[in-house]
């Protein structure tokens, strides 16, 4: 029983490699992810980490109303400069400046009058880019704010303490620096795209393309039951799945080097004993993907209908992470207990520092594979059908 | 030995085959003739088990192919209706395939390989990977692959099927030689010439059903004709007048 199952992968796996140019290509498949990934953080997020004081420019119209705001920018460590542009609006929606300050023509004499002087900000808030800018330049008004209110109180023997009931420290626990941390969300439903994506072209060809060729028929006569013949060809897809996986984990560790090396604000550096942990959560989903896949290309009718049913067959599973990116989501038990979810779940803890509890681990894994056996006796069953043999 | 009894299968409302039976026996070559669509390839499936007959039975040396495939699959050597082979396998590594799938292994599969490139003269091919293979060339390895393991009982669908004359006639002495051996050969063809110059026996199918069977010789006098295709056409309208009896019987 081994033998004939093992016969059947080794065929298959040697038949398949020498298809260099899809070989390659399935390769090269996973590591769009993570170079996808380097691309947005490196160059992306490099734009979103909070300039230095020193590095900071406010642009403002109007400051020859207000020196002493001026004075106390410069004083500050950051800079103020004075724009000539007479549509600041549309200088900042075109990108020009992330924001200016205009000063009212009669700031000068509100400012002296010790009353309060309406001033504005012109941003754009759908520029991701801008936003650090933007905090810089509002954190410096709302200083110079509470030191001229100082002044004013003191002078009329005022505490100033009394002015402010409450005062805010945010303390930042996000893994990465900049904003660019939100991206690290991305990985998970990256890789679970590329389990879903690693073999599916050896599961079709191995099926439904064998089907096609004509070579089914006479290799089906052989004294070997057909859960073997299907187990040897899922085994050598499996295969190839882990080997595309490997590759894309590889892939991301070396990006992860290279972000932290670039210094571009992400915290985390996962070991590479977490990135095997990875691996290994996405072997019980590499079990299911293949199921799934055998399942498909048994039952359609050809090698195309197969290949439009799996194009789109990875995207599902990576929904979920998809829109995890922009909405997180609390693991609970259970999401561990729906395939690709719960992986996709622990992954992201994972990439950003945290330690998943080991009881989600096996929940998640135990579930996935109970459900990939099942899909695989499935496939068997699909399989001992008599047109399978048979295309059209 | 191949024994098949009232085999019936449907495809949904249409009747494949029905009330088929007959027998091939060892050390003689039987031919299965018919025009396309009488049922040659569905009795064959499933006397090489892909199929099973929704009445009847088909045994290969007494083995049921639909209680025991596997056993039966053993004994059995096939060319089937579809002949596909790996473009990026050697035609070598395509019959080393399939012994290995019929548990061979080591020297015993390398001689046998050997014996067959010999057999079929396919030295120039042997370790040539299979796309761009001519029909020839396709059929050889499809035909050593087929037997590998020297199966007692030999089933060929259509084997000449689009051959040239020097491949056609490589086959039939393979046949004969198959034959000569006391192994058991059936197969199928819709070619007059070719069936009347190999068989020992002949079985004659039309519309799903037996029409006749005989030796050669037994059908010449049967049919008063000594051409095996004027045979072929005096069965077939004798079958096309029964036919119209029976219904004409139903309907009164």
């Not at chain 1, 073997?228 to 595309?244: D, E, N, R, V």
């Not at chain 1, 829109?323 to 950003?352: C, E």
């Not at chain 2, 059903?209 to 295709?229: H, K, M, N, Y």
């Amino acid at each position: 029983m081994l033998s004939n199952i093992r016969v059947v992968a080794t065929k298959e796996l040697k038949d398949n490699l020498r298809d260099r140019r899809s070989t390659i290509l399935s390769l090269i498949y996973p590591l769009v992810g993570p170079v996808l990934l380097g691309i947005l953080i490196i160059l992306v997020g490099a734009s979103l980490v909070a300039p230095r004081v020193s590095e900071h420019v406010v642009v403002a119209k109007g400051s020859d109303q207000a020196p002493d705001f001026v004075a106390f920018v410069r004083d500050q460590g950051a800079d103020i400069v004075e724009t000539d542009i007479d549509d600041v609006a549309q200088a900042v929606r075109g990108g020009m400046h992330p924001a200016v300050v205009v000063f009212p023509d009669n700031y000068a004499d509100l400012h002296d009058n010790e009353q309060t002087a309406q001033i504005q900000l012109i941003i754009d808030s759908s520029r991701l880019s801008s936003i650090m800018s933007i905090g810089r330049t509002i954190e410096l008004i709302n200083r110079y704010n509470r030191q001229v209110a100082d002044q004013r109180l003191t002078t009329r023997e005022v505490a100033p303490e009394l002015a402010y009931p409450m005062e805010i420290r945010s303390v930042n626990v996000a893994a990465s620096l900049s904003i660019s941390g939100i991206f690290l969300n991305m990985m998970a439903p990256f890789l679970i795209f590329s389990v879903f994506l690693g073999g599916v072209y050896m599961a079709i060809d191995t099926t439904a393309g064998e089907r096609e060729r004509g070579s089914l028929e006479p290799l089906l006569i052989n004294p070997v039951p057909r859960w073997q013949f299907m187990l040897g060809k899922y085994l050598a897809s499996l295969a190839f799945t882990a080997l595309a996986v490997l590759m894309g984990v590889i892939a991301y560790k070396l990006i992860f080097e290279l972000i932290r090396v670039m210094g571009v604000g992400i915290k985390t550096n996962p070991s590479i004993a977490e990135f095997a942990l990875i691996f290994a959560i996405c072997v019980p989903i590499m079990m299911l993907a293949v199921a799934i896949q055998i399942i498909i290309a048994t039952v359609s009718k050809s090698f195309k209908e197969t290949q439009t049913l799996l194009g789109l067959l990875p995207l599902l599973p990576s929904l979920p992470g998809m829109i995890m990116i922009f909405v997180p989501l609390q693991a609970t038990t259970w999401m561990m207990l729906v395939p690709t979810y719960g992986q996709t779940l622990l992954i992201s803890q994972i990439v950003r520092g945290d330690v998943p509890p080991t009881g989600d681990i096996l929940l998640a894994s135990g579930s996935t594979a109970v459900i990939a056996a099942l899909l695989c006796w499935l496939a068997a069953h699909f399989y001992a059908r008599e047109q399978v043999a048979f295309a059209g | 030995m191949i024994e098949v009894r009232n085999l019936g299968k449907s495809f949904g409302n249409l009747v494949a085959v029905e009330n088929v039976s007959f027998i091939a026996r060892d050390g003689e070559i039987t031919g299965l003739i018919g025009p396309n669509g009488a049922g040659k390839t569905t009795t064959l499936r499933i006397l090489y088990t892909l199929m099973r007959p929704d009445s009847g039975i088909a045994l290969v040396d007494g083995f049921d192919t639909s209680t025991a495939p596997q056993e039966a699959q053993r004994r059995l050597g096939v060319l089937p209706d579809n002949r596909g082979l790996y473009p990026r396998l050697t035609a070598r590594e395509h019959i080393r395939y399939f012994g290995r799938l019929h548990g061979m292994s080591g020297e015993p599969l390398e001689s046998a390989i050997d014996d067959l490139v010999a057999t079929l003269g396919m030295e120039d091919v042997a370790d040539r990977r299979a796309k761009g293979f001519s029909k020839g060339q396709t059929l050889k390895v499809a035909l050593a692959r087929a037997l590998v393991h020297r199966p007692h009982n030999v089933l060929l669908d259509e084997p000449t099927n689009g051959l040239d004359v020097a491949s056609s006639r490589a086959v039939r002495d393979l046949v004969h030689r198959i034959r000569d051996e006391g192994r058991c050969v059936l197969f199928s063809s819709h070619i007059m010439a070719e069936v009347q110059a190999l068989c020992d026996r002949i079985v004659v199918m039309g519309n799903g059903r037996i029409v006749a069977i005989g030796t050669p010789g037994e059908l010449r006098d049967r049919t008063g004709e000594s051409d095996l295709e004027e045979i072929f056409v005096a069965i077939a309208n004798e079958e096309v007048r029964l036919r119209a009896s029976d219904r004409e019987k139903a309907v009164a």
